[in-house]
């Protein structure tokens, strides 16, 4: 038990899968935001198209990128436990 943990993991829901407990997981997760956010990323950066498909695109760049972000510093925190 531990602060992250405040029940044995044994008791917890079926929700709390093996699979959520591994950082691979977590790195698989960053590497596909990342590729989304590189293919929006053209897009936003292309001076063809409207405004707003550029805004949108940058909001999906954004998003993926702090998404990306979260799933490797969840990585690491895994790997450091």
């Given amino acids: 038990m531990s602060l992250l943990f405040p029940t044995s993991p044994a008791t ?11 950082p691979i997981i977590y790195l698989a997760v ?3 935001c ?8 053209r897009r936003a950066l292309s001076p063809v198209g409207a405004l707003i498909e ?3 695109a940058a909001a999906v760049v954004a998003f993926t990128l ?3 972000f979260a799933m ?3 990585a690491a925190f895994m790997t450091v436990r």
């Fill in 12 to 22: 917890v829901n079926g929700f709390d899968a093996a699979w959520l407990h591994r």
């Fill in 30 to 32: 960053a590497a596909i």
């Fill in 34 to 41: 990342l590729a989304i956010a590189l293919r929006f990323l």
């Fill in 54 to 56: 550029a805004v949108a």
């Fill in 66 to 68: 702090v998404l990306a």
């Fill in 72 to 74: 490797v510093l969840v």
